[in-house]
């Protein structure tokens, strides 16, 4: 099985940072689809950020876009999310998602929405927290 584990959530205050980071297995990192989705509670999941590892190539929700960088390390297979300038709507689960290797991947990234899939890799969430 494919795993995805996800780390650095926590809490901050309003205008704090926190990186979260995300390590898979080589098959699931190397050129594919890689991002972020969060789902507060009482709402609906909501695609933050994602990466196509091949190139680099990035997609940021219009809310998180200018405070949040998504980023990847091929050598040792991890994605970060590095979150500035926290607001108090970003407390959320965040999920690190990865889609099934293969010619959909890359078009797949280019929407938000596209690792929001139900039969992406997803991991088991982290809880990211941010009060005043």
């Known amino acids: 099985q494919f795993q995805l584990v996800e780390s650095g959530g926590g809490s901050a205050k309003v205008g704090g940072s926190l990186r979260l980071s995300c390590k898979t297995s080589?098959?699931?990192?190397?050129?594919?689809?890689m991002g972020w989705f969060r789902q507060a509670p009482g709402k609906e999941r909501e695609g933050v950020a994602n990466?196509?590892?091949?190139?680099?190539?990035?997609y940021y929700a219009d809310s998180v876009k200018g405070r949040f960088t998504i980023s990847h390390d091929n050598s040792v297979n991890t994605v970060h999310l590095q979150m500035t300038d926290l607001k108090p709507e970003d407390t959320a689960m965040y999920f690190c998602a990865a889609a099934h290797p293969g010619r959909g991947a890359r078009p797949q990234c280019t929407v938000l929405h596209g690792l929001l899939a139900p039969d992406v890799y997803r991991g088991q969430g982290t809880q990211v927290t941010v009060s005043s």
């Open positions: 080589g098959y699931l990192a190397k050129s594919n689809c």
């Open positions: 990466i196509y590892t091949g190139t680099g190539n990035t």
